[in-house]
């Protein structure tokens, strides 16, 4: 079992940058990959972004790549993650509410499917003026 709880979201100007947190707990924190997707009024969830537990390897869509920035700071037991976005030059396209989401490692979290992450978070707003 897997708990999730963003905080950070809130309400930007265009071209502003804001971070958002993952507080991520659980006994087997060590099997998952972290991501971020999030979900406009209206339209599909949206892959964002995404990292494995070493921190080796992350992914980005299309849509946020050179803007966006996924981290994680994991606890000295490994019972514990909090999992960053760090998001730059917003615009007002990124509008939505974010979730953040857990996955298996053996899965294909790499391709930022919404169907292979097990976990979410309850989503925190972001609000983009122009």
């Known amino acids: 079992q897997v708990q999730l709880v963003e905080s950070g979201g809130g309400l930007v100007q265009a071209g502003g940058s804001l971070r958002v947190s993952c507080a991520a707990s659980?006994?087997?924190?060590?099997?998952?990959?972290m991501a971020w997707f999030r979900q406009a009024p209206g339209k599909e969830r949206e892959f964002v972004a995404t990292?494995?537990?070493?921190?080796?390897?992350?992914?980005?869509?299309?849509s946020v790549k050179g803007r966006f920035t996924i981290s994680q700071d994991i606890s000295q037991d490994m019972a514990k993650n909090t999992v960053y976005l760090q998001m730059n030059n917003l615009n007002p396209e990124d509008t939505a509410v974010y979730y953040c989401?857990?996955?298996?490692?053996?899965?294909?979290?790499?391709?930022?499917?919404?169907?292979?992450?097990?976990?979410w978070g309850q989503g925190t707003q972001v609000t983009v003026s122009s």
């Open positions: 990292i494995n537990w070493s921190g080796s390897r992350k992914y980005y869509g299309d």
């Open positions: 659980g006994r087997t924190l060590w099997n998952y990959a």
């Open positions: 989401a857990a996955a298996l490692g053996d899965s294909t979290w790499y391709l930022g499917l919404v169907t292979d992450y097990k976990y």
